[in-house]
């Protein structure tokens, strides 16, 4: 069956840079395209963009454009998001989650992983 | 960049209710690429419904949606313990893919 293991929690300084890790197995890991989505403490759900990972091509969220870095690496099945210039309201839950396509529904996700970032 | 609103913002309920909870779009929502999302606390979303009213792998028949253009509902037809938790709507087919905020439900 899918499975996604996330990396662990992070503290980060504002400022500074985190990368996230998603490593999956039980599919075709260059056949669906990877997700990530955010989640700020008590808040919804943000799509931040894609990796498509046989291509490497990337499309992003707008307001992350310039700040978001996602690749991946096919030898070991592993996505990393990489968010840079961290501020407070960074802080939140990060999730990978596949699809079929770049424009699809997402299923499953990841178990998540919390950055904080804090002075 | 396509609105969702999701209304109520709470519904409270008891088990063995039906539960409905609407997801509005702000434009017309093409070929109804419409999906639904369950959310317990300190867990990942999990995937119900896709395309508007195709349910997903291992959701039971209690969970149903439907709607087209820029209506959608969620309908659970019987309330079970397992199923107070938090419901987003998400739009898929174009950039950006774009999440509903949210409804809760919770126990009367």
């Known amino acids: 069956q899918v499975q996604l293991v996330q990396s662990g929690a992070e503290v980060k300084k504002p400022g500074a840079s985190v990368r996230v890790s998603c490593k999956a197995s039980g599919y075709t890991f260059t056949g669906y395209y990877m997700h990530w989505v955010r989640q700020a403490p008590g808040q919804g759900l943000e799509w931040m963009g894609w990796i498509n990972p046989n291509t490497g091509g990337t499309s992003y969220a707008q307001k992350f454009q310039g700040r978001v870095t996602m690749t991946r690496d096919t030898s070991i099945t592993t996505a990393y998001m990489e968010l840079s210039s961290l501020r407070s309201d960074d802080t939140a839950v990060y999730y990978c989650?596949?699809?079929?396509?770049?424009?699809?529904?997402?299923?499953?996700w990841g178990p998540g992983t919390l950055v904080t970032v804090s002075s | 960049d396509i609105v969702l609103t999701q209304s109520p913002g709470t519904l409270s309920l008891s088990p063995g209710e039906r539960a409905t909870l609407f997801c509005r779009a702000s434009?017309?929502?093409?070929?109804?690429?419409l999906a639904w999302y369950q959310q317990k606390p300190g867990q990942a979303p999990r995937l119900l419904i896709y395309s508007a009213s195709s349910r997903a792998t291992g959701i039971p028949d209690r969970f149903s949606g439907s709607g087209s253009g820029t209506d959608f509902t969620l309908t659970i037809s019987r309330l079970e313990p397992e199923d107070f938790a938090v419901y987003y709507c998400q739009k898929y087919g174009s950039s950006p893919l774009t999440f509903g905020g949210g409804t809760m439900v919770e126990i009367k």
């Open positions: 989650a596949p699809s079929w396509g770049g424009w699809d529904w997402l299923d499953p």
């Open positions: 434009q017309s929502v093409t070929g109804s690429y």
